[in-house]
């Protein structure tokens, strides 16, 4: 894969950012207003990706901040029971809660999320609370951008990186560009070209590569150029429905083709995509592989109704691939 | 009742504070951290009150801030079906979220909430909001507390007060203590002071009386001594099962005993005593029967799931007090 | 004068509110960008008035909060050198700075002032650093309206105005506008009506008094007709040059004519003015003759350097007024 | 130098940071309590450097933003007069204030800054308002450590590196270590690690190194170990009286001595230490030169009143060296 790993390392993954709670309208294609009951699952992109690898049977851990209250136990005790090493997993003790989201699905093409995201335990996670040995004990710390989008999350998250790149981990950096936390595109722009810029695997939607640089409708190949002339070995660039490009340092292209499914909702896609891309990269398989597995993964996650619970396990995705070889599905 | 009310007024009541979103477990009688369903009801103290008195017949207004997403307009919605006249309810324009109220029932005696209340909507109603011509149409202005607890909800409901001394409007002040949305006790206790000194009629639990007065165990006759030099005509002082006390001007005391009943969960109490009570001194009942009113209105919700919907028709609480009249009943 | 003190209370006044510093431009007549020296002073309303009613030979409290640093140091000393009793002057121990106002004096017509109050330590006045016990010491409690502008202060003043009307201590409401230090004229109508309304005595300029009503060019018989309905006994309005009107409770008007003066700048006049009248009435002079001390005290301060140093004695304003028995001055 | 510059480029500098006000003691020698009149100076350290290395003669350009009063006024004129390019100078336009720096100089060992730093103007720079059209016209980017200590601010000085390395600028970091802006020395770490990680030059004291490595006394040869990993060429760290010194990613190690001389304040020698360094690097000369520039610069402004306004001619520098070909002075 062009990104030597460090196979000593006792945990596969390590992932930094925000570990929240879902509600999912439990009686949906209709408008939330209509929607009387909400069902609680474990949410948030570097979470979501946590329990994926974890379900994949890899070995993740997770750096993040809970809420000292009834939805903070309740994350920590599923990410747990799903797998995940929590022992880095700090509480809140100034009294922030746990970020929400309340999924609305009008049809499986009309999703839109209500986010509660002020304050939140999450966006509170202190960069001494980063752990240089801890990191150490990874191959791989995953950065998701929602962390770097309020301090001291953000220096905590930064920390995270360079303490990765002097001890030998790799960094992938998940864009995962959530606006109603920004400040400002242009506030984006500088940490998301920051932390590119320093990790060795970038992966995000063309839409949140066109926040990064701050422009509209790049070209891939600008944004590979301008990667390239730093840290990043690999690059993948989702394009929804017409499938994903991986790219790689030494010039190679791969296309991965999106899977076509019934859709129950659009969310979690790109956690799940992430989660098995890097699960058979971790395992050395090659690019092409890992693109049908993130396909995969994500065509199975859309059509559940959770992110989380939601993640498959191997078995489901290798049935999923041989069931589609020839097959196309929508991907986000 | 020592409170002459303006009867050529259109309005009965407009309450004046918060209308939120509770999310009640649907499975009930464990630690929340088990409950995986919410369901969705609106909620906050005078929101509930207003809906309570639309229930028993009269018309209630409602001055407020809702946010402009799904939750606000179910608010809406949920209120105006009610029968509230909402015209005055306006939508916040700076990305608030509504408040919300996790309920936790671990058993009947064992309730607590898990708030989201950071910079919610309801807390940005703005004085200029506030219309003098509106407040002059009601017979009662109510104000809760919780308005109180940051500006410019603050300054809003400081401004409604002082519009209704100057029409003629009779005040009831909710002390509604909340106490995760101030500051300090020191700062509830000048506004409290404030405020109650300026109605006609304050209702609370001996322990927001407490807060109001910055000090514990203070003895009702202190309490009321002191209002009665300013303002209050009226003066309602809870006790939970030991029933309430209603102390007038005038010196009169009366004793309201509380009804006996099944208790789901405790939330809702204290807004559907206050509705009956309100209804019965509206309707120039005298005020004996008053106190028979809130506490039978408040036996009734906390038998039910919810704090809003579970509001009871007059026929529900003169049946209940028809069959209660022997009875001593648990009220909060 | 229509407001009977206790003679027995050990201090003549308590001023709450800010104590802050002055640098006054030392080359002056040209706009502040070409000066390049400034005198160092006292300043601030209250403190000015503080300073001024000692140096008439009464006894001045102080209720305020000072930085703990060397401009904290120096305000404490000068007034307490200057006769203030400094007890309840309290350190803030949070890190705020004193506020700071650079005077520009372009011509004696055009002053103006750049102000430093973003978080200034006189703000963080808390309502748990006011004393009952101090408060019950003095005959008035002087309210300056900048201490109204924000929590804590805000609740500060509040609680002292509930506390000296609870020992039927008088309270004196200088209104003392600053624009820049509220969120909206709303805001200040809000705090400026309650704390009017609930004062026996209300100093003020014509434009203050606008604010407070949240309304434009209203005559002046509207203002007191609606103090006169709560507890003002005595409202003076300010109208500049022409001179001020003192209203009492009891129907009587009387008129002060503004002294003609060499003016080198027109600040320290309004406060000026409130020690010397506020002086006149303690000390049993008619209201007639306190108007007279008012506008003399503030023609010998516009013709000085600063606002607290000028401060005149008793001999100087009544020499003043001999001198100028038949003329009229300008008085802000 | 090791470091090759763009010599087509049209200005020598950009510096990018605060511009500010310096209160300096006019009475001296004193407590600040003491002292009564103040003179104004612009100050801050990239405001004195841009001044500095104008009086040497070359061409200084400054990103920053000033306050819409007389004090932003007042620093614009003055660098403009003093030949830095403020074409790149904005001005904000939401209230912020210039900050200011009160000097006490109580002896000349004993200086102490009353630092209003508060929400000031310079912090609000946005990182729109950094032009990469601008940055490129310059052979050198000037970053001060101070600007990274808030957002907005640290984000343009962040987008700033990134446009100067984009464009073959080279950037210095100046550490510029001040304790009162930051949250955290853990916050600093990350900020002061990242920058250095990415320019060719960096200066500071020892002390603001270990502020750079959460940590105390770290030996020079580990703090040059670990910069010369990354971009870094020339790294000159500070040690007061006993002199500076020099490292190269080469390998060679140049030490700098502080000459003595008649110390009036310590304050700005700093900032005339680098300005007089880079002046030499940019003509051309060699470290050891550069050194005895920085030194001699440093000396001349300890023995003034001021730290803009004494900035030293080329001709004095020279001078003063020539004189003092053997001795050892001060150098902060």
């Known amino acids: ?17 925000r570990a929240c709670i879902d509600l999912n309208a439990v009686e949906y294609n209709r408008p939330m207003e209509e929607t009387m009951t909400f069902r609680k699952y474990v949410g948030g992109s570097p979470a979501n990706i946590a329990i994926g690898i974890s379900r994949l049977g ?6 993040g901040k809970l809420s000292d ?46 986010m509660y995201r ?11 609370e980063v752990s240089e040995a ?57 940490y998301y070209t920051l932390v590119a810029q320093q990790s060795d695997i970038v992966i995000g939607t063309r839409d949140e590569y066109d926040v990064m640089e701050n422009r509209q409708n790049t070209k891939n190949e600008k944004t590979v150029n301008h990667l390239f002339q730093y ?19 030494s010039g190679k292209i791969y296309r991965g083709k999106a899977y076509k499914t019934k859709v129950l909702k659009t969310f979690g896609a790109g956690d799940s995509y992430a989660s098995a891309f ?16 993130g396909s995969a993964s994500a065509a199975i996650v859309v059509s559940r109704h959770s992110s989380s619970e939601a993640m ?20 986000r």
């Open 1 to 17: 894969m062009g990104v030597d790993l460090n196979l000593q390392a006792e945990l596969d993954i390590i992932a930094i950012g």
């Open 58 to 63: 890899l070995k993740a851990g997770f750096i």
């Open 312 to 331: 498959p396990t191997v078995q489901e995705i290798e049935k999923f691939i041989s069931e589609r070889s020839e097959e196309k599905v929508v991907n």
């Open 278 to 293: 890097l699960y058979a990269l971790i395992k050395g398989k090659d690019i092409e592989t890992a693109l049908k597995y």
């Open 118 to 128: 002020d304050e939140v335990a999450d966006l509170f996670l202190y960069p001494s």
């Open 134 to 190: 801890y990191i150490k004990r990874s191959k791989i710390l995953l950065v998701s951008g929602t962390a770097l989008a309020k301090s001291p999350s953000r220096e905590a998250a930064l920390k995270a990186v360079q303490l990765a790149k002097k001890n030998n981990v790799k960094v992938v950096f998940e864009l995962d560009y959530r606006p109603y936390t920004w400040e400002s595109e242009a506030e984006t722009s500088v």
């Open 69 to 114: 209250d009834q939805h903070g136990r309740f994350i920590q005790q599923y990410m747990a029971d799903a797998g995940v090493d929590t022992s880095h997993m700090v509480i809140d003790h100034e009294g922030h809660k746990t970020g929400l989201a309340f999924t609305e699905i009008k049809s499986p093409e009309e999703c839109s999320i209500l």
């Open 231 to 249: 840290s990043p070995e690999l690059v993948v660039i989702k394009h929804g429905v017409e499938g994903s490009y991986a790219y790689t340092k």
